[in-house]
Nanobody
Framework: QVQLVESGGGLVQAGGSLRLACAAS????????MGWYRQAPGKQREFVAG???????NYAESVKGRFTISRDNAKNTVYLQMNSLKLEDTAVYYC?????????WGQGTQVTVSS
């Protein structure tokens, strides 16, 4: 059974940083492209960043230059380093497959950016 467990969220002031982690089990992690997504209150879930098995990355325009996605295949974990956080980055952040059918979503991790 596939399980995705996100962690690392919290309350941070604008301009601050957070590092999110997503531990995956039940899938062959190393061959899967993985992505981070977020859902703000009253909005649909949106793509934030993705990374392929070979390390190719892509980012939403709104986070380019501020967020960095990375992965550790030995730990079946994907990370999202978030710098220069803005109020509009407030959302629940999720990980899931990228460039392929989504698997069951985890509970996400809340990121709240305050002024």
């Amino acid at each position: 059974q596939v399980q995705l467990v996100e962690s690392g969220g919290g309350l941070v002031q604008a301009g601050g940083s957070l590092r999110l982690a997503c531990a995956a089990s039940g899938i062959i992690f190393s061959i899967n492209a993985m992505g981070w997504y977020r859902q703000a209150p009253g909005k649909q879930r949106e793509f934030v960043a993705g990374i392929t098995s070979g390390g190719y990355t892509n980012y939403a325009e709104s986070v380019k230059g501020r967020f960095t996605i990375s992965r550790d295949n030995a730990k079946n974990t994907v990370y999202l380093q978030m710098n220069s956080l803005k109020l509009e980055d407030t959302a629940v952040y999720y990980c899931n497959r990228w460039m392929g059918p989504a698997v069951d979503w985890g509970q996400g991790t809340q990121v709240t950016v305050s002024s």
